[in-house]
């Protein structure tokens, strides 16, 4: 690949070329499969990768969740209309036994990606769903410590597709990061085929049990890990975080384009320090700015899922392993509710309203 190539392309564009009117056929019958969860098809959602014609047979991979397995069936039957294909080779790419794939992402660092997501699983987990988290910030993994952890020994197990990581359950919530790998304080300084494998083992060989949602908290920014995490696995949509000045939402429109060109949906947007609430009177301050979050809710068409609140418990939280969603203070041994808790709280909500969890 040249300097100048984007390693992106478009669904349409890498399923569509202009010189192979079969090619074109085949996508215009995949684009007749609706998704009926998100209720769009399965091209425009970035589902269906690596289309190949060759002679009279269709080649093609297709990233699902573990209950979308219908959609093969939909799929060979649309299909079957072509009377000159032969055959049709399609390679189901799914992580066993995860319902829903969802990122969460950020245009760059310090905005709380990784503390949103954390209270993201907590709030996903206190409305009954089963959830685990990937720490994929391999240059910052953080999760560990957000939720109690530090080093721990990693167990591997053996299973009948080969030998899995087993991932550890903290607080209901099952996490692996490659911060509970390697020694505390160690650097890692890891080129990009490194990065690859270790990416790409995270995805495929962690036995993950049962999930209704794998939240990946993706590194900031666009480069070889998010590139390799979003082409190899099943994200069927990201959640952005940001904050509301314009550095910020300018980050994350580039990070935006890229999800686009592989055709990932946003499901929505999550402004992190909002405001800060007075003590004496409740009044809000826009620390820093304000209308972030409903810019790019409006440019994107795209649900603003919620506006947390600048709270020093998010912080204390994220430090001692006790995340502000879950609403519980140790020092005092009793539960507690605050404006932080409560916003992502409704913003599960949101999420089990759009994926219909909790209904089933």
Not at 90 to 116: E, F, H, N, W
Not at 118 to 141: E, F, I, M, S
Not at 165 to 194: C, D, H, T, Y
Request: glycine share 10%.
């Amino acid at each position: 690949m040249s300097n100048h190539e984007s390693p992106f392309q478009h669904p349409e564009d890498q399923l569509k070329p202009d010189t192979n009117s079969h090619q074109q056929e085949v996508v215009k019958l995949l684009k007749q499969v609706i998704e009926p969860t998100l209720k769009n098809d399965i091209v425009s959602l970035g589902m269906v990768r690596n289309l190949r014609i060759v002679d009279q047979y269709i080649y093609l991979r297709l990233y699902i969740g573990s209950h979308q397995h219908q959609l093969h069936t939909e799929i060979q039957s649309v299909l079957s209309s072509l009377s000159w294909c032969k055959k049709t080779y399609l390679q189901i790419c799914t992580i066993p036994g995860v319902r829903t794939t969802l990122a969460v992402s950020s245009g760059k660092g310090g905005v709380g990606k990784s503390t949103t997501a954390v209270n993201l699983a907590a709030a996903l987990r206190l409305q009954g769903a089963k959830v685990g988290l990937l720490d994929a910030d391999v240059y910052g993994p953080n999760l560990p410590q957000m939720l109690g952890l530090g080093q721990a020994d990693i167990q591997v197990i053996n299973t009948s597709t080969g030998d899995k990581f087993l991932p550890l359950e903290v607080q209901g919530i099952k996490l692996m990061s490659v911060g509970l790998l390697v020694e505390a304080n160690r650097p890692l300084a890891w080129r990009g085929p490194v990065l690859h494998k270790i990416i790409t083992q995270f995805l495929q060989d962690v036995e993950w049990g049962e999930l209704d949602y794998l939240l990946i908290d993706l590194p900031p920014g666009t480069g070889d890990a998010q590139i390799t995490i979003i082409q190899e696995s099943p994200i069927c949509g990201v959640i952005l975080v940001t904050t509301p000045q314009q550095v910020a939402i300018a980050d994350v429109r580039r990070n935006i384009n890229m999800f686009r060109q592989v055709g990932v949906p946003v499901l929505g947007i999550i402004e992190n320090m909002s405001y800060l609430i007075c003590g004496d009177c409740g009044s809000r301050t826009p620390i820093f700015g304000s209308g972030g979050g409903e810019q790019l809710s409006a440019e994107l068409q795209a649900p603003l899922l919620g506006q947390i609140p600048i709270d020093p418990d998010i912080c204390s939280g994220g430090d001692t392993g006790n995340p502000i969603a879950i609403g519980f203070d140790i020092a005092q041994a009793k539960h507690r509710t605050s404006p932080a808790s409560e916003v992502f709280a409704k913003i599960a909500t949101a999420i089990n309203a759009t994926f219909l969890r909790i209904a089933e």
